[in-house]
């Protein structure tokens, strides 16, 4: 299917938004993942950075910028938002731990939507909370089936390492246990389009004595299924 829409520079600009729509990118990755020559990568790029749609993170890499989340909230419409609480509350109806929906937004990970637990000690996580993609379960998720380009620079200080994102892709699902916070346990699973491309990664999270040695036998069927579940959701119908 022929994705060209006839106009050649805004053509060449969303290849470069779709190559940062998987995660930072240095000029070199950009180059080889959209097909653009270098010179021309880069000025849209910069360009695309000065409408603040791509923006530099500590690295110097290229990032997608706020400009986006704005446009999305301007737009009063995100499917993913949408379809969020009656999932997120029956997952934490079903496990009795707060449940939370991640999505990445370059070297961060942000919290979209969360049903908190709603008696007794708690993982509180507020809609709009911003984590390091350094700790974490759904940080793992967020990275596992990212770029293996990406992977060695991403990786840079994290506190998982290339095993565990192996293992992540192998099970479908990531667990952590006062890896972000101590005392703090969490499960997640990707959310994916359709297409099969990870969106978000769905999560429950709470102290680390309830969930256990190993959370993801307590958890993880259940995270799963709300994570396909989401998938369905974003299905179009015909």
């Known amino acids: 299917m022929d994705k060209s829409s006839g106009v050649g520079v805004l053509d060449k ?13 240095s000029l070199a990755q950009l180059v080889t993942t959209t097909g653009l020559a270098r010179p021309t990568a880069h000025r ?7 409408h603040r749609l791509v923006r530099r993170d500590l690295q110097g890499r290229f990032v997608l910028g706020a400009r986006h989340a704005e ?14 609480g009656p999932l997120l509350t029956a997952l934490r109806d ?6 939370q929906l991640y999505r990445r937004h370059g070297e961060h990970r942000i919290c979209i939507a969360a049903a908190e637990r709603l008696h007794g000690l708690r993982d509180t996580v507020p809609v709009g909370s911003s984590m390091t993609m350094h700790a974490g379960s759904a940080a793992q998720v967020l990275l596992a089936w990212d770029d293996p380009e990406r992977l060695s620079v991403e990786l840079m200080g994290s506190r998982f390492d290339a095993a565990t994102l192996s293992g992540v892709r192998r099970r479908g699902w990531a667990h952590s246990s006062g890896e972000r916070e101590a005392g703090v ?4 699973a990707p959310v994916r389009a359709p297409s099969g491309r990870v969106l ?19 958890h993880a069927d259940a995270v799963l299924a709300t994570a396909a579940a989401f998938t369905a959701a974003l299905t179009p119908t015909s």
């Open 94 to 99: 079903s496990t009795g731990e707060s449940a």
């Open 44 to 50: 849209l790029a910069v360009a695309l950075e000065h």
């Open 200 to 218: 978000a990664a769905v999560s429950v999270s709470g102290p680390a004595e309830r969930f256990g040695r190993h959370p993801g036998r307590r």
């Open 13 to 25: 600009a969303v290849l470069v938004l779709d190559a940062l729509e998987a995660g930072p990118a």
């Open 185 to 188: 346990a969490s499960v997640s």
């Open 71 to 84: 446009l999305a909230a301007a737009a009063g419409e995100d499917r993913l938002v949408a379809v969020a």
